[in-house]
């Protein structure tokens, strides 16, 4: 009878990928998805960035980050110095590790606030702007040329400018291609003290 005891009553299937969320992140050899939610006001934020608090605004965690205005940077990356960037960090198991799709919640208003440059793990920076405008608030979108490779051990991912406008609240990485249908718990990159 011990054995139909329900483990996880509270367990919520939160970016709609079949799994329960309290399994996520499980071993990848076991066949389960390993997800990774991150939020951008939570990572190292660069000094040319401002964090916006935003209560109430269909952000994650009621914050999202935006380069100050003024600052674009549309042919080349901006300096490769830590404060044109927001850098989020991730440790992989040796079980969970393998390609991910890296999407981010981020609001792009128009053809000329739709942009940033994406680099993961110090590899090439890649200029991402298809297909990012929204429809008047925060989405969902999937990063150009993902997913990528991460690797046991400690892996970053840096978001640059490339024009001013576009404002990022969160990152999420998955094995499963399937985006997420809404914000997810927090960050684990938040610390609560």
Known sequence: DDL??????????IPGNGIDEDCDG???????????WLEAECAVVGDNWDIIQAPNSGVSNDAYVAIQTGNNSLSSPPADIPANQVQFSLNIGGGDVGNYHLFAHLEAPSNSDNSFWVRVNDGSWIQWWQGLNTSGGFEWKEVLN?????????????FAYREDGTLLDKIYLSTDP???????PEGTNCDDT
């Open 4 to 13: 139909n005891v329900n483990i996880n009553p509270d367990a919520a299937d």
């Open 178 to 184: 399937a985006s997420p249908s809404n914000l997810g």
């Open 26 to 36: 499980a071993d990848a050899s076991t066949g389960t998805d390993a997800v990774f």
């Open 146 to 158: 993902s997913p990528f490779n991460l690797t046991q051990g400690t892996n970053t991912i840096d």
